[in-house]
């Protein structure tokens, strides 16, 4: 199935390569903004308004929804959890794929399949655990995709702050002992268009198949990038006392029963 497909957040760094995606396999896509439109989001929403999505739903009139918006910083309640309910709220009737985060586990477990409750131990992971259990509750037709750090395409934040880093440009570390399964930002996209077309409800683990440190990820980045990769600065969360998730890897094995969309390793796909 394709159709028009209402793609919130369609201008950030998924949204935009969800848009492409859905235009190169035959969907008429429709992207949404908040700030300022782009190429790829030219309708106006503020997630956090259930007025304003009654309005843009019945103004686009979507097949499916692509629920890729969220904060705009790590501590928008109001955004990540509320704009989640909201959008489920007005989209009943229409097929919702919302976009989660592995950020909504502490990483004690370290392995975490799709019966793994959230055990968040920050305020982003909190609220993306509450926008989950919104979505769930109120539309439990919904895809609910769990993901883990975006990247691939060059613009991907942990590309970004890698290149900042070498460069200088800002100040930090990225971190030896904080462990992810990064996906590719097309890999995703694809995936969660595949969902969008089909049926599937309930949470699904859509992440890369390479489970990878920060530090590690940023060496690859710098390699592709052809950048020294001895510039990054590293650091250990446990040296730092800091409180945030540390080894989270999420199982894959009903992704690959689901899904046709190859879920490729950050060593293959950031392989130069």
Known sequence: MTGRVLITGGSGSLGRRVFARAAAAGWEPVGTYLAAPAPTADVRLDI?????????????????????????????????????????????????????????????????????????VYRYGAAKAAAETAVRAIDPSAAVVRTSLILGDGNG????????????????????????????????ADALLELASGDFAGVLNVAGADAVSRYDLGVLVAHRDGLDPAAIPSAALAALGLQRPGDVRLVLDRAKQVLRTRLRGANEFLAH
């Open 48 to 120: 956090r308004d259930p007025d304003d999505i009654r309005r843009v739903l019945a103004d686009v009139r979507p097949d499916t929804i692509v629920h890729t918006a969220s904060g705009r910083d790590r501590n928008d309640w109001p955004s990540t959890a509320d704009g989640a309910a909201h959008v489920a709220m007005a989209a009943r009737g229409i097929r919702l794929v919302h976009v989660s985060s592995d950020a909504i586990f502490s990483g004690r477990d370290v392995h975490y399949d799709e019966s793994a409750l959230p055990d968040p």
């Open 157 to 188: 934040a942990h590309e970004l702050l890698t290149r900042d880093l070498i460069a200088g440009r800002v100040e930090g570390a990225l971190f030896t002992d904080e462990i992810r399964k990064p996906v590719h930002v097309d890999d995703l």
